[in-house]
């Protein structure tokens, strides 16, 4: 009998599983967007609603876990049921990306949390703490020893001790108090703690509020470490990969590098050898994903660039000289001319519907997108790296642009042509025009870019050894 229930629990778990866990993992994506902007416009509510930021984290994380592991090792797939396509989320960069908001915000605002959680243990923690031992009868005399300490050591928190940038609190002492109170309460004939639920239940409190103030960063770890994902590279580049590949998510493409500061954490003590390759494939990792990034925005921008030039060549005196050929043959053969019509520079710029997004505005969209993340954040630390974001995109920009000269001469070898000079000014004009809009999605120096690479055009070869416009 026992089998079959649980055969019958385990057919449930396969058919259901995945599309209940994929309809989990879009609530969080909507319930943590919301409380990130919440807590960003009022950074205030950080404080009383912190453990609704832990239970969202820890709710994602473990979310989060769960498709790492089913993606991993898949249960065998009954009848018709498409186990596999809900073990691939491609919103999932979403969800990582609103963890790391929350998680920055806990960082930036602990000052906040500090200040409200020491008020709250020295306003009312302490206040009903003493009122409760009063009315409570402890056995010994050490547990009242214990107690009393306890309700000492936060009676004495001041909000000034969060302003003192010396002070250091440490309350590991207090919580280790809490927990031989409970060995000495729970054991005996007589245990304590059954009858006093209130007096438990006020010190878990008191516990979680310490922490709060001391042990902040280790919460953050606790909820929503997600270093797991060193193990499983395959899925972590797999889903990066799909995130690049997919405009709406690549607003959200940057927890991925992000991530991989999170490498160090998996580290153990008992492991010391394992220490050097995890920080070898952290390293490796957000090297890549930053690279594939400015590597795309390149991309993006180079094709830009190519279909500005051509519109600017359009605009060039040269190509109106068939049209004015075309207009005196015209009115030689007919005296009553009929009325010509040239596809003339600029009609690509009128719409028929706004509903039809052209490709450039496809590629505008896409490269505000891919910006969005790479301005996210000025550095990325891992280890004892700092990595810069905007600094790839910069380097790539710069190659780009210096090969993108070389390719404007348009040296013919076989009859040593060159490009006309002033249709060579005309097309470096409309590349740089098109740079120099990138600084409006992106906080970087165009300049710079603009200085380093056409004064190396001067050379017979650029600083990469490639042709410049003078050899």
Request: include cysteine; aromatic fraction near 10%.
């Amino acid at each position: 009998k026992k089998v079959g229930e649980v055969k019958e629990c385990y057919n449930t778990a396969v058919t259901t599983a995945a599309a209940n866990h994929r309809e989990r993992r879009k609530f969080l994506r909507t319930a943590l967007k919301e409380l990130v902007l919440i807590c960003s416009d009022q950074p205030g509510l950080l404080g009383p609603k912190a453990l609704f930021v832990f239970m969202g984290l820890c709710f994602s994380r473990d979310e989060i876990y769960w498709l790492l592991r089913h993606n991993e090792n898949p249960p065998p797939r009954q009848g018709k049921v498409k186990l596999q396509e809900d073990l691939v989320d491609r919103y999932l960069p979403e969800l990582l990306f609103h963890m790391e908001e929350l998680r920055s915000l806990v960082r930036k605002y602990s000052q906040v949390i500090q200040r409200y959680y020491v008020q709250y243990l020295a306003g009312y923690d302490a206040v009903a703490l003493a009122q409760m031992i009063q009315n409570t009868a402890v056995t010994s005399e050490e547990d009242n020893v214990l107690l009393s300490s306890i309700c000492q050591k936060i009676s004495e928190l001041s909000v000034d001790n969060v302003e003192d940038p010396d002070h250091v609190f440490d309350f590991l002492g207090l919580r280790l108090d809490w927990g031989r109170l409970q060995s000495y309460l729970s054991s005996g004939k007589n245990p304590v703690l059954a009858q006093q639920k209130d007096l438990a239940a006020l010190l878990n409190t008191v516990s979680f509020h310490t922490r709060m103030v001391d042990n902040l960063d280790e919460m953050i770890i606790e909820t929503s470490d997600l270093s797991l994902f060193c193990f499983y590279s395959k899925f972590f580049e797999d889903n990066f990969q799909m995130c690049l590949e997919f405009p709406a998510q690549n607003r959200f493409i940057i927890a991925f590098p992000l991530i991989c500061g999170h490498f160090s954490n998996i580290t153990n003590e008992l492991c010391p050898e394992e220490r050097i390759h995890i920080r070898e494939r952290s390293l490796s990792v957000i090297n890549l994903f930053l690279d594939e990034m400015s590597k795309e925005a390149k991309n993006i921008i180079t094709t830009v660039c190519d279909e500005q030039c051509t519109l600017s060549d359009r605009l060039l005196p040269k190509h109106c000289a068939p049209m004015i050929a075309q207009v005196v043959n015209k009115k030689k053969r007919d005296k009553t001319p009929k009325k010509l019509e040239f596809e003339k520079p600029g009609w690509e710029s009128y719409r028929k519907t706004r509903e039809d997004l052209t490709t450039m505005d496809k590629l505008h969209m896409a490269l505000t997108e891919l910006c969005y993340a790479i301005n996210y954040c000025a550095t990325i630390s891992v280890w004892e790296y700092t990595f810069a974001p905007r600094e790839y995109l910069h380097q790539h920009l710069e190659t780009r642009f210096s090969r993108a000269l070389a390719g404007m001469v348009m040296y013919s070898p076989e009859t040593s042509e060159i490009a006309k000079p002033s249709e060579l000014l005309n097309s470096v004009k409309a590349y740089m025009n098109v740079l120099q809009c990138v600084e409006n999605y992106v906080n970087i120096d165009i300049t710079r870019v603009f200085n380093n690479v056409l004064l190396q055009q001067t050379q017979q070869s650029d600083s990469a050894g490639e042709p410049t416009i003078a050899s």
